[in-house]
Structures are given as structure tokens and as C-alpha cells.
């Protein structure tokens, strides 16, 4: 069974443009979620997404959107990038909404640099 | 909002001796879920380990234990018999009764052959 599958795995970007990144869950899992992972802030809880709806949000800026599509797949995008969106970003899916069962199974997230 | 505390930022230990990550917790919820989770360097995250508030039983899975102290707050990782493929980034995580799952900074853990 394949895993989670994240995309791109590296890109670079410069201030004010936008990104879009991709997830694919594993065949079956319902429920996307997404993370934000620096240095300095560790892991932070950005959405996350069931059955095409987005059920738990963080507290991150509106410039961070995300949308969950009928195959479960997901993607998020950032706008007017700052040179602080720099992170990994990290998807993680599950089989039921929020990880009922406690695991969440993580892709290899993708790797941002805002120049 | 609940908050997750690990103080260790980095720990060592020598191969086949045993070690302890320490996690505390602030919340006021009484049903939650707790979690430690394992980033290996350049590697996904797995779960290394879960256990539910209303259990008293610490969980256990092979080299793996925790101990659960719900009234302080406190969940601690115990590795046992470690090995080199435990170097890693650890995360303690607690999930609310939201579903939403919040990370600590994490420990870095290196094995010493």
C-alpha cells in the first residue's frame, strides 16, 4: 500500500508569490491534515480536512488556505509568500477524522525556502 | 488551549542502555489521547507509541513504555536496549477532545555506539 505522498518535495520561492502544495493520502483515509514544521516553532497544527470539508483550523494568517477534493486528495496553498513561510510542510493522513485510532500517517513533507 | 512541554531538547545514550524522554501537558479536558511520535533524520514521522487518558495501564510496545501520570500532567518515554535506529527526533503530542493534535518542540535523541 503505498503511503502518503507529498509534492513537490523541494521548492524555492521568492516574497509575495504564492505556492501550491500537494498530498495524496493512502488509499482509504478520509482525513487530510497539515503541518508547518521550523526550527523555532516546532510542529504547528495548520487544518485539517474530511470528506471535502475543513473540520479544525490553527492560527494561521488567511494568506494559508487548503482544500480537500473527492478523492481525498489535498492541497494547500500560501500567498503573498513571507521570508517566515520558509518550513517543511507536512501532510498527514488518517482513516478516520482526527485520527481516532491516535496515528496519523506523515508523508516527507515538502521543503519551502522563501528567498 | 493545550500546551505540550518538552524540556530535553537534545539527550544521549550509549547503545543497549536504557533512557527516558521527558513530556508534560497542560490541559483542563479529563478525556484526551497522548502520543509520542519519531522523526528520524530525513525520514517521515511515525508513531512510536499511544495512550489514552482514561487508561491506567501504561502502554507498552516492545522497547517502548511510557509512564502516565495523568495527575501530574506528566508522560514520560522510556526506551530500552537502544539501538542505533533509534536516533531521532521525538514528539510528544496531545489530542483534544477537537481532534486537533498539538506537538512539543520535540528531543533529540543520539545513540552513542
Known amino acids: 500500500k503505498a503511503g502518503v505522498t507529498q509534492t513537490p518535495r523541494y521548492l524555492i520561492k521568492t516574497r509575495g508569490q504564492q505556492v501550491t502544495l500537494s498530498c495524496s493520502p493512502i488509499?482509504?483515509?478520509?482525513?487530510v491534515s497539515w503541518y508547518q514544521q521550523t526550527p523555532g516553532q516546532g510542529l504547528q497544527f495548520l487544518f485539517e480536512?474530511?470528506?471535502?470539508?475543513?473540520?479544525n483550523k490553527g492560527n494561521f494568517p488567511g494568506r494559508f488556505s487548503g482544500r480537500q477534493f473527492s478523492n481525498s486528495r489535498s492541497e494547500m496553498n500560501v500567498s503573498t509568500l513571507e521570508l517566515g513561510d520558509s518550513a517543511l510542510y507536512l501532510c498527514?493522513?488518517?482513516?478516520?477524522?482526527?485520527?481516532?485510532?491516535?496515528?496519523?500517517?506523515f508523508g516527507e513533507g515538502s521543503r519551502l525556502t522563501v528567498l | 488551549a493545550q500546551t505540550v512541554t518538552q524540556s530535553q531538547p537534545e539527550m544521549s545514550v550509549q547503545e543497549a542502555e536504557t533512557v527516558t524522554l521527558s513530556c508534560t501537558y497542560d490541559t483542563s479536558e479529563s478525556d484526551y489521547y497522548l502520543f509520542w511520535y519519531k522523526q528520524p533524520p530525513s525520514r517521515q514521522m511515525i508513531l512510536v507509541i499511544r495512550q489514552e487518558a482514561y487508561k491506567q495501564q501504561n502502554a507498552t510496545e516492545n522497547r517502548f513504555s511510557v509512564n502516565f501520570q495523568k495527575a501530574a500532567k506528566s508522560f514520560s518515554l522510556k526506551i530500552s536496549d537502544s539501538q542505533l535506529g533509534d536516533a531521532a527526533m521525538y514528539f510528544c503530542a496531545y489530542r483534544s477532545a477537537s481532534k486537533k493534535l498539538t506537538f512539543g518542540t520535540g528531543t533529540r535523541l543520539t545513540i552513542i555506539p
Open positions: 480536512y474530511f470528506s471535502e470539508t475543513q473540520r
Open positions: 498527514a493522513s488518517s482513516l478516520v477524522q482526527g485520527a481516532d485510532t491516535g496515528e496519523l500517517f
Open positions: 488509499s482509504g483515509h478520509r482525513s
